[in-house]
């Protein structure tokens, strides 16, 4: 098979300083690795054209494809384009359909255009334009003995678009790469030491053409089996029985077969039952319904929430009775139960869930130290809490108590004995 | 003055593949600019030593300092430390000082220590050891012919505390960086473009060793002066007086002269005053309490907040009148308005502030498009609310929203008269 190498080259002065996080190069390792191909090195140059003179010529002498982001803008410090020319030894020519793209875009936005506009519809004479349709500044797709120089914008939608419609399609074209079948599992509820002991012997029976790499994030762990071969429908059907074989290690703890958030995958499940949910937060502070509402279409299923930060509101919003507060204190199972089955009732929904505790830096105590957590369930079935006992860390807290809350939902929804003997739905 | 340049390498796999976002060599980058060092070049490159080598060999050959960061783990994947060795031509040798606080970390956190962590504190011959207190491997610090290499974990805030703690300071004190002083003014409600206008000659006038960057965010700008030069109180004075000079142009848009967030800043007014909040959100979803609540401390002033997805919710839990939603439905200026009087009055607050909108990426009709918001205040005083017209992009509306109701929050509690006149109080 062939090995074909890339690499990247962000091009920005605000990148090195660090004045904006280069999202870019991340994104394009992901896409290129996903069809075959070997990203040996990512570079970043500021707007200096010595500097990028020198890294085309460095990248050159080892990789055939070189992808650049930036340095296309209107203005005076973007340099990328003139540099090209200058590295290929050739002059500036205007692309009529590229003026055309940019007063049409220019009308749309009601915006008057200035003859540095109209310079961006020059393109070095050796380039093959790459229309950007959602911004002003064109990519170009440059050959030289056989290897491919790609530039696009620094703009991460506007390079998105363009890789994803033109420069990958392109790339696979010329280079004929392996057929690459990406599929992940995710997990939640298991950490990833335990998740790797519980599945050692799956793993290394794993053939040599597919990899398995472990992705962890605060309280999930995506499993991703990168599969390389000639045939892709193999490929599918290979990484199909890999996955058969690991449900009844893990079935339990997985919770989507393809890169879904477990909002989404518990918004799914709520829909589909025509099921309606409310949130009752404390030390969350409203994280849970915001990451819910970021799912568009939520409002099917989610009818709102409680941030009940103070004891009044707790008892005043959410119906948690005072001696409660008194007797076992904000952070308790008792309180977590009661959070539960008040949002519950009170906004009338299926299931309420309910967080509290204290997520730090500040109040802890010797029985009740940071990190103490209670998560609540209600349905009008059962009402439910469980303690977590987490870090010092106010943020990685409530991330953690994010994913425990999630899982908690996904499991009593599902039923106990149902989600052991369960597959769950794949993508068709 | 000394001109410095420093190249930044990250070592790993997981990086060139896409599978983690490099925030590291954002955060150095910036750090390093802030002591006047020259950042020329960021490179990525994997677990492979012929690509690590060339990549010391080609930074040693333009930079005066190389900080890497990764491949110091205990696998057998990690390779970065006997690359340095073989890099130097030195062999490793056992550092006590590391074994012990391995050790030390291991029993703290109550698990047994294999030989691969042991073997963490073999470091190269002519490395000075930076000590990790917050995790197993160890930072590097070499020098050779007066260039410096660095070695630290990939773990950000392992790396983080060794910059701040000790690396910093160390290049400060070997290569006498100019100094830098940087100053921060922090607006909010004026677009990037019209901020820019109002300063302008303001801008033009400054002089050479000072370096304006306008660092925008959704419904924000940050504007930071870069001062180098020989005295660092001379500096200081005159950031100082060039930041009075902005106070008459843009005096009601600045919300901080330090870099912090605006949910800090309304959380210290709120703190002093010892008055107190509640928010009723709709279209923000719980991020508008989310983000409040990420404030430690935050206790004091916010006492919780209902997020109001349903109409029932609206009308139960906030008292929003059956006839208003049926007359001007759920995103109309009146209930922005009993939204944010009645989550004042429920949950008993000084102030109460409210966001209903169409987020998109459905719901929008043509009298109400998406991108159409309201966001309500209410005091005992006054309640009012306003109307935005954002954006299609449901994220891009919620985070603008935030930015409008906190900004419409401070306005209100400062006072219209007062903000116009105020110049707010600096860090000392």
């Known amino acids: 098979m062939n090995q074909v190498f890339a690499e990247v080259l962000t ?62 803008g209107p203005t005076k410090d973007d340099i990328t384009k003139n540099t090209f020319a200058e590295y290929f030894g050739v002059g500036m020519s205007m692309r009529q359909e590229v003026l055309e793209n940019i007063k049409e875009l220019f009308k749309q936005r009601g915006r008057e255009l200035t003859q540095l506009n109209e310079m961006q519809a020059l393109v070095p004479e050796n380039g093959e334009v790459v229309m950007n349709l959602v911004g002003t500044a064109p990519g170009m797709w440059f050959e030289k003995n056989g290897k491919v120089f790609v530039s696009m914008p620094g703009v991460p939608h506007e390079m998105k678009k363009m890789m994803t419609d033109t420069i990958l399609p392109k790339i696979q074209k010329k280079f004929k790469t392996p057929h690459i079948y990406h599929k992940s599992v995710k997990t939640i509820g298991i950490a990833e030491s335990k998740l790797a002991k519980t599945i ?3 793993e290394d029976a794993l053939p040599s053409h597919i990899k398995l790499a472990y992705l962890p994030r605060l309280g999930q762990v995506r499993l991703r089996l990168t599969c390389i071969g000639e045939n892709l429908d193999a490929l599918k059907a290979e990484a199909e029985e890999l996955v058969q074989k690991l449900k009844p290690l893990i079935g339990e703890y997985i919770f989507a077969y393809e890169d879904e958030e477990i909002e989404v995958t518990v918004g799914k499940i709520l829909k589909e039952r025509a099921e309606t949910l409310a949130v009752a937060e404390s030390c969350t502070g409203g994280m849970v319904a915001n990451l819910i509402t970021n799912v568009a279409g939520c409002s099917a299923y989610f009818m709102g929430g409680v941030v009940a930060y103070s004891n009044e509101v707790k008892i005043n919003q959410l119906g948690v009775k005072k001696e409660t507060l008194d007797a076992h204190g904000a952070v308790s199972e008792q309180t977590a139960m009661e959070m539960a089955e008040g949002v519950r009732k009170r906004l009338n929904t299926t299931y309420g869930i309910a967080t509290t505790g204290i997520a730090g830096p500040d109040g802890g105590t010797p029985t009740k130290p940071v990190g103490t957590i209670w998560i609540g369930f209600s349905s009008e079935k059962e009402t439910i809490a469980k303690q977590l006992n987490l870090t010092k860390d106010r943020l990685i807290n409530i991330q953690l108590t994010y994913s425990a809350v999630m899982n908690l939902l996904r499991k009593r929804i599902l039923g106990e004995e149902w989600i052991n003997n369960y597959i769950p739905k794949e993508k068709q």
């Open 11 to 72: 091009i920005g002065d605000e990148i090195l300083y660090g004045q904006i996080t280069d999202t870019n190069s991340q994104w394009i390792g992901e896409e290129l690795s996903k069809i075959g191909v070997n990203i040996i090195r990512k570079t970043s140059v500021g707007d200096d054209k010595a500097q990028i003179l020198k890294a085309f010529q460095e990248a050159e002498s080892r990789a055939s494809i070189i992808l650049t982001t930036g340095g296309l």
């Open 200 to 202: 050692e012997a799956w």
